[in-house]
């Protein structure tokens, strides 16, 4: 089955009865995914980053092309996923998430004029977004614009600092509390995303929309690209992570749909 025929099956299997299916032929795709390469970022207490070992490259003895990799990588870095059991014990794992929660509308909500590197979303620019735009439908997928994407990968400037290993100088922002209790608990959102490196802000000690979002078995989207090249509304999301058995999360393709 052709790519572009197999995201239309997908897309009309996850639409409502209320939802018309997209029409690829009239839309726009964007990749919203960071390559993963020797540059990718990896929270700073990580043990390890993205690793790449050439297994084959060359001619063969038979005369033909072969080219061939290894790959070793921790589930949380770069474009990820993060799976409700990630900060949930008995959240889904990263093979267990319904298609229907990452294949979706998105609501893309823009605070990057905010330019505060320690702004939390309110529920009142949630609310201030729903004015312009209505009410955030059940089963959509939330994206956070900060602007920080400009920044992917200096890490300094991405994270807020760069120290090796700590993680108490960070400052970058995201979802506040209030949001997060908004769109989880009664919007009942499918996934939360955002441009920065967590759904929490830098500062965060408790990691609280992890917590919030992961209990209600919401997966997060983390270091997401591109964000600037969305609508606020109107677009389909497709989130696919590497289905790891049993995972906490995974590398993540995720690609946007949008309608001419």
């Not at 939802?19 to 009239?26: E, F, G, K, N, V």
């Not at 267990?96 to 605070?111: C, E, G, K, N, R």
């Not at 209990?215 to 969305?230: F, S, Y």
Request: some cysteine; charged content about 20%; aromatic content about 8%.
């Amino acid at each position: 089955m052709r790519l572009t025929a197999l995201i239309a099956a997908l897309l009309l299997a996850a639409c409502a009865t209320s939802r018309p299916p997209i029409d690829l032929q009239h839309a726009d795709l964007v990749d919203l995914t960071y390559a993963f390469d020797e540059h990718t970022l990896y929270w700073p207490n990580s043990s390890s980053g993205f690793e790449l070992k050439q297994l084959a490259f060359g001619k063969t003895p038979a005369g033909f092309f072969y080219s061939s990799n290894a790959f070793c990588a921790p589930e949380h870095g770069g474009t990820h996923l993060d799976a409700p059991i990630h900060f949930s014990e008995h959240g889904r794992s990263a093979d267990a998430i319904p298609l229907q929660q990452l294949i979706a509308p998105a609501a893309v909500i823009d605070i990057s004029a905010k330019g505060d590197a320690d702004y939390r979303l309110t529920a009142e620019d949630v609310r201030a977004w729903e004015q312009r735009n209505g009410t955030i439908a059940a089963g959509t997928i939330v994206l956070l614009r900060t602007g920080w994407g400009l920044r992917y990968p200096d890490r300094k400037r991405y994270f807020g600092d760069d120290t090796p290993g700590a993680t108490d100088k960070l400052h970058f922002p995201s979802y506040g509390e209030d949001a997060a209790r908004l769109l989880v608990e009664q919007r009942n959102v499918a996934v939360l995303g955002v441009d920065t490196a967590s759904i929490d802000y830098g500062q965060s000690k408790n990691f609280i929309v992890h917590q919030i979002a992961m209990g209600a078995n919401v997966p997060g989207l983390e270091n997401i690209a591109n964000l600037d090249r969305l609508p606020e509304r109107g677009a389909w999301v497709i989130a696919l992570p590497m289905k790891i058995a049993g995972g906490s999360g995974g590398p993540l393709r995720i690609v946007a749909v949008i309608p001419r």
